[in-house]
C-alpha cells in the first residue's frame, strides 16, 4: 500500500498586487483547521526576515495559532534559521508549541543563506556553521532536562516538550555539510535535493547508528500546486504570484552571491515560470495522474495562499482537493 502525504504550506507573503496582510493571517488559520478536518498530513511554515511582502517571520507564533484549532494534523516549521537565534529562546519556542500541538511538532533547523538578515540580527553570516553546530548541541542538552552553561550562562529550561527532541527536530540544507550534520547530532534530514540522503544514510552508518526520519525530495514535483477545473485558466490566476515569489527568491539568492546556481533564476519570465513546473496548475485528473507515478510516501503540497493569492482562490483550489480526496486514498489502496 503506497502513502502519499498531502500537506498545505503557508510562507504568509503579502505583496501590494494580492490581499491585505490580516485577511491573509485569518485564511490561513481557517485552512490549518479546514486540512485537520479533511485529513490532511501536514502544515508546513516557513521563515525569512526583513523582505518587504512580509514573509513569516515568526512561524512558531502562527504554528500556535494553528495547533489551537487542530487535532490531529502535523505542525512542521522549515526552515528556522537557527544562527539568527539564542538557541535558548528557540528551546523554549519549541517546548511550549510542542505541549500546545500534544505531540504533532516537527521543527527543521536551518543555516540560512541572506546577508541582510544575518545583518538586520548583528550575526556575522561567516559564523553559521559554527552557530548551527553549538545552537543545536543547547537546544538538545535543554530540551533533555539538563541544567549546565553556554557561554557563561547558566541554562535551565522548562516546562520540557512531550517528546524526545530527537524526534522533534530535523536540520534543512542543500549541502553535503547539512547531511553530515544531521548524522552528527543523531537527527533527521530534510534537504532540498534527494541526492543528499545517501550522504545523510553513510554517515549515520559510519557512526553507528540509525537514520532518523528524511524526506527524499521527488524530482520534478512542483513546490505549490493550485488545483483549478481548467488548467489554463488556472494558470491566469497564479501566475502572477508565482512570478512575485520566483522574483523575490531570486533576489536573495543574488544577494547571497549564488544567482548562478539558483533554481529560481531566470524564471522571472512568465513562459520559463510555467515551463520549470515549480509552480502548477492542475485539475484534479492532472493530479491523480501526476500522483501514480510517485515512489511511496511522496507527497503533495499546496500553497492555497501563494504569493497573496486571494482567500477566495485559494479555498476554490482546497474545495477541489477535498473532492479528490476519496481518489487519492483509492490511488493508495491500489498502490
Avoid at 164 to 191: C, E, N, S, W, Y
Avoid at 205 to 224: A, C, I, S
Avoid at 325 to 330: D, G, Q, T, V, W
Wanted: aromatic letters at 6%.
Amino acid at each position: 500500500m503506497k502513502h502519499h502525504p498531502v500537506s498545505l504550506a503557508f510562507d504568509m507573503r503579502a505583496p501590494d498586487l494580492g490581499t491585505p496582510v490580516p485577511d491573509l493571517y485569518a485564511a490561513a488559520v481557517d485552512m490549518a483547521r479546514w486540512a485537520d478536518e479533511k485529513g490532511l498530513a501536514g502544515l508546513l511554515l516557513m521563515e525569512h526576515h526583513g523582505s518587504d511582502d512580509g514573509y513569516l517571520p515568526q512561524p512558531f507564533t502562527l504554528a500556535g495559532a494553528m495547533a489551537a484549532v487542530t487535532k490531529r494534523i502535523h505542525l512542521m516549521l522549515g526552515a528556522v534559521i537557527l544562527p539568527l537565534h539564542d538557541p535558548v529562546d528557540i528551546a523554549e519556542k519549541i517546548a511550549v508549541l510542542d505541549l500546545i500541538a500534544k505531540g504533532r511538532l516537527g521543527v527543521i533547523l536551518g543555516a540560512g543563506y541572506v546577508p541582510s538578515e544575518f545583518a538586520m540580527f548583528g550575526k556575522p553570516l561567516a559564523d553559521r556553521a559554527r552557530l548551527m553546530d553549538e545552537g543545536i548541541e543547547v537546544i538538545l542538552r535543554a530540551l533533555k532536562g539538563e541544567r549546565f552553561e553556554y557561554e557563561g550562562r547558566p541554562i535551565f529550561v522548562r516546562p520540557l516538550p512531550t517528546r524526545d527532541p530527537h524526534q522533534i527536530l530535523m536540520v534543512g540544507g542543500g549541502i553535503a555539510t547539512a547531511a553530515r550534520r544531521a548524522a552528527k547530532f543523531d537527527l533527521g534530514f530534510g534537504p532540498t535535493s534527494g541526492h543528499l540522503v545517501d550522504i545523510y544514510i553513510a554517515e549515520c552508518e559510519k557512526l553507528g547508528r540509525k537514520p532518523r526520519r528524511f524526506n527524499r525530495p521527488t524530482p520534478g514535483m512542483p513546490q505549490g500546486i493550485h488545483l483549478c477545473e481548467d488548467a489554463e485558466e488556472g494558470w491566469k490566476v497564479i501566475e502572477r504570484h508565482a512570478a512575485h515569489v520566483v522574483t523575490e527568491y531570486a533576489k536573495w539568492s543574488a544577494q547571497a552571491g549564488e544567482a548562478s546556481n539558483s533554481p529560481f533564476k531566470g524564471l522571472e519570465d512568465p513562459a520559463k515560470l510555467r515551463a520549470s513546473g515549480m509552480f502548477v496548475a492542475w485539475t484534479p485528473d492532472m493530479l491523480i495522474e501526476r500522483m501514480r507515478e510517485l515512489p511511496n510516501h511522496a507527497g503533495v503540497s499546496l500553497q492555497p495562499l501563494l504569493g497573496g493569492l486571494s482567500p477566495e482562490e485559494g479555498w476554490k483550489s482546497l474545495k477541489l482537493l477535498e473532492e479528490t480526496l476519496p481518489r487519492i486514498r483509492e490511488l493508495e489502496q491500489e498502490g
